[in-house]
């Protein structure tokens, strides 16, 4: 009977494939750290969180995901991936607001990869309870803790302007130039603000046709909202398009919190991990 090693596996391999764990590749380092630190590390022993490039085939990103997926299930290993939704490179199907449409497409690529919703993972990093805790910490604007409704209403109001942010990058990326920053806009306090800013700024050479490609962005984005939801139905729905690193950054910049909270808000929401990231997981690796 052939040794395993002769059919060509590693070492590696052979330890996930008969130790009866599964492989979660995922794309970045502040990923692997919340995935694997905060919100799933009750399931170690059944689940290994992996970086792409620290796989078997050793390329970063979604790439590399969707590579050591394959790869590794040729061999046998359980593997499965998570890519956030902005590494999808058809801007217009990131655009598409119908979940079930989006789910099954992306499905249909590869049911072992799953792309997210939300438009990446700070976007699961919204939670006004957390954010509250940070501002009341951070104690620059009063101790006085408001409630999740006034938090949550907050965050939509920077979701509002964040469509303009997303439309404008969106814009960019198509016409081949430099995306705006996380931060650009972050102390400007309504849309019309934020995009007089675009317009003095990397707006400035545009012509009337590229300016009404960037308001059919603004509509294809504003999709994504729930007008007549609730605030927080509203902020999550929204959350599929904005982009949740600007949004954070909005957020701390206004209370001047200096530090990178992201793994302090990924701590605080570990004993309520998004649902929808929670399910799919454990679809994965099922309770024994």
């Not at 016409?175 to 700024?201: H, N, P, Q, V, Y």
Request: net charge negative; charged share 25%; hydrophobic share 40%.
């Amino acid at each position: 009977m052939p040794s395993i090693r002769g059919r060509g596996l590693s070492t590696a391999q052979i330890g996930s494939r008969y130790a009866n764990r599964v492989e979660i590749f995922v794309e970045g380092v502040d990923d692997l750290g919340i995935y694997k630190n905060y919100w799933f590390a009750n399931i170690s022993d059944r689940a290994v969180f992996k970086l792409a490039e620290a796989g078997p085939v050793p390329i970063s990103g979604c790439t590399g995901v969707e590579r050591n997926v394959l790869h590794q299930r040729a061999a046998g290993v359980q593997a499965f991936g998570l890519i956030d939704r902005d590494a999808i490179e058809d801007l217009d199907f990131s655009c598409t607001p119908d979940d079930t449409t989006f789910l099954s497409e992306n499905e249909n690529k590869n049911p072992n990869i799953y792309y997210t919703l939300r438009w990446e993972l700070e976007n699961y990093l919204i939670d006004a309870i957390a954010w509250e805790q940070e501002r009341v910490n951070a104690k620059t604007r009063g101790d006085g803790r408001r409630t999740p409704d006034v938090v949550m209403a907050e965050i939509l109001s920077h979701c509002d302007i964040l469509v303009a942010h997303a439309a404008a990058n969106a814009l960019l990326h198509s016409l081949g130039k430099a995306k705006i920053g996380d931060g650009f806009g972050a102390m400007a306090d309504t849309r019309a603000a934020f995009e007089a800013l675009l317009l003095s700024g990397p707006f400035k050479d545009l012509n009337t046709e590229q300016l009404t490609l960037y308001s059919d962005w603004k509509r294809k984005i504003e999709a994504f909202d729930l007008p007549h939801g609730t605030v927080e139905q509203r902020v999550f729905a929204m959350s599929r398009r904005i982009h949740g690193k600007a949004l954070i950054e909005r957020f701390f910049k206004k209370y001047s919190i200096q530090d990178d909270k992201r793994f302090s808000l990924a701590g605080r929401i570990s004993n309520r991990v998004p649902q929808e990231i929670a399910n799919r997981v454990h679809e994965w690796v099922p309770a024994l």
